[in-house]
């Protein structure tokens, strides 16, 4: 009946190539622990569409960038989220809850919720540039208490920087950017994630590796990470249901409490137990895709725009042009500064510290193009693959920020290839505070600093690693402008 069933369904479809894998284990050996690079290999050999083995799970990896987006726009069988739940703070729930890992009418419910209140409490206003500047100024001050002497770990200055101003938002708290509790909470989440790709990132590929050798596989130390930061979320939660005023709404965890305790309706969303651990859940959502990968960025930036000859004294210019070196830079200054625009658009592609994208799953068996996507499929978009393709960008292994300039270098030009923050249905929620902290933080420190490598320190090696592609360490000395 398989045989048969299967034929028929293959039967007026392409077939997907791909290549061909070991039982069980599929082509997870071929990965190696750069999965970004092997995918471009095959997308290299395959074309626009390939299926491959992770463990006993089918995926399919998409490499042209017009089907990425029609994919993950057009129909929602293609907006599912499969469940990994070694990641996930409550692992026992009938489904996935969080924003992240939830799928169907509970994920497009708490979405849509998420982002209505965000916007009502600031998000993309004024209210929050300001407190987005002030965490800049923190990192400034920070930076200037170093007098010239050499900084080696600018991330672990950026990552509680640049989630405070959102945290702000959902708890009225924020945090100390030196705060050992929270520093290490941090740390060791971005140590187990870096540690999963070292053993080839079996546990999210093949579940039951991870029960049978729990600690070899890394469950045991993801576990207690992904448990340690619940705690702490929970605790939150619950100061937030001890003070609780109906009258005095203070941010989105009151907002949410709010609508729980509006909801009588058991079917809903928003009723019971399941509600609140949605909400300690997409807490550490935002916790967890706002601090890693909008510092990386931060860290990336810096790097190139020292490390590229001319990029810096350009950028330079440009600020003191728009502010005449009196004040701070401002989100309503972008649209006179063209080549710094650009500038954060080749960061973000040459970056790519996404790669294969987040991973999609069909909900459904499906045509796309021709060829049937069955149901549980894994569909990733080759960001890394489209962001490095010679046909759309000619040179992309050069740096060059004029890509995304007019030929007189006086109007930036958007490129609809390039989509660090994915594209669809379920594209980044924190797209814009990314890109707006990216930018406050980089023109305000150098409109503050000049930086350049520390020459008493080794040179970075290159190759990026971990999960979210990051710099190797570097020391850098900055040096306050006059
Ligand atoms: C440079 C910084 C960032 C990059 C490159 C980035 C990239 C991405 C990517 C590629 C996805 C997958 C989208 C998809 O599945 O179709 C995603 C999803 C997501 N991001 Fe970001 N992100 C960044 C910053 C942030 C920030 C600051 C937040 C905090 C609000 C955030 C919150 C989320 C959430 C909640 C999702 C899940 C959306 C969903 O499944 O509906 N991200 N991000």
Redesign the pocket.
């Known amino acids: 009946f398989w045989v048969l069933n299967t034929a028929s369904k293959t039967q007026t479809y392409k077939r997907i190539p791909g290549p061909t894998g070991v039982p069980f284990l599929g082509n997870i050996l071929q990965l190696g622990k750069q999965m970004h690079i092997q995918f471009c290999k095959w997308s290299k050999q395959y074309g626009d569409i390939y299926e491959v083995k992770l463990g006993t799970q089918r995926a399919v990896v998409i490499s042209n960038p017009k089907w990425v987006k029609e994919i ?1 726009s057009t129909d929602t069988a293609f907006s599912g ?1 499969s469940r990994i739940q070694c990641f996930e703070m409550y692992p026992d729930t009938p489904f996935a809850l ?5 799928e169907g009418e509970f ?1 497009e419910t708490h ?1 849509r919720f ?1 982002l209505r209140q ?1 916007r009502d409490f600031g998000f993309g206003k004024s209210y929050m540039e300001q407190l987005v500047l002030e965490e800049v100024q923190e990192v400034i001050e920070r930076f200037r208490k170093t007098k010239g002497k050499s900084v080696s770990d600018l991330k672990s200055v950026f990552v509680l920087a ?2 405070n101003s ?1 945290w702000t938002i959902l708890t009225s708290k924020r945090f100390q950017h030196d705060d050992p509790k929270l520093n290490t909470l941090v740390e060791n989440l971005h140590k187990v994630l870096f540690d999963l790709v070292e053993t080839g990132g079996m546990i999210m590929f093949i579940p039951w590796i991870g029960r049978i050798l729990p600690e070899w596989s890394g469950y045991n130390k993801l576990r207690k990470v992904v448990e340690d930061n619940r705690s702490f979320l929970e605790e939150a939660v619950k100061e937030h249901k001890d003070a609780f005023q109906e009258h005095n709404l203070r941010d989105f965890i009151d907002v949410y409490l709010n609508e729980m305790n509006k909801t009588v309706d058991t079917t809903s969303p928003f009723y019971g137990e399941t509600a609140e651990q949605h909400l300690v859940a ?1 807490l550490g ?2 916790f967890g ?3 890693d ?2 510092s ?2 931060l860290t990336w930036g810096i790097l190139y725009i020292i490390k590229f000859p001319g990029v810096q004294s350009k950028f330079q210019q440009e600020i003191d042009l728009v502010t005449a070196n009196s004040r701070n830079v401002s989100v309503n200054d972008r649209s006179s500064m063209p080549y710094t625009s650009a500038l954060i658009e080749e960061i ?1 592609r040459y970056s790519s ?2 790669p294969g ?4 799953r069909a909900t459904e068996d499906k045509v796309f193009k021709g060829y049937l996507i069955q149901k549980d499929t894994w569909i990733f ?1 080759n ?1 890394y693959h489209i962001h490095y393709n010679p046909e759309i960008w000619g040179d992309p292994e050069a740096f060059r920020p004029e890509r995304f300039l007019s030929e007189d270098g006086k109007v930036f030009k958007k490129n609809e290839n390039l ?13 814009s ?3 707006d ?2 930018f406050l933080f980089l023109t305000n420190i150098f409109r503050t600093f000049t930086i350049h490598f520390d020459s008493n320190a080794p040179k970075p090696p290159v190759d990026p690693m971990g999960l979210i592609l990051s710099p190797q360490p570097f020391s850098v000395v900055m040096n306050e402008r006059s």
């Open positions: 993950f989220r969080g924003i992240v890992s939830s994920w979405r998420l965000l640049v989630i959102l997409a959502d935002m895709a706002g601090t990968t909008t990386t960025t973000l510290i996404v994208g987040v991973q999609h978009p960001l989509m660090p923050f994915q594209t669809g249905r379920r594209q980044c929620v924190g797209e505070l990314a890109r902290t990216v």
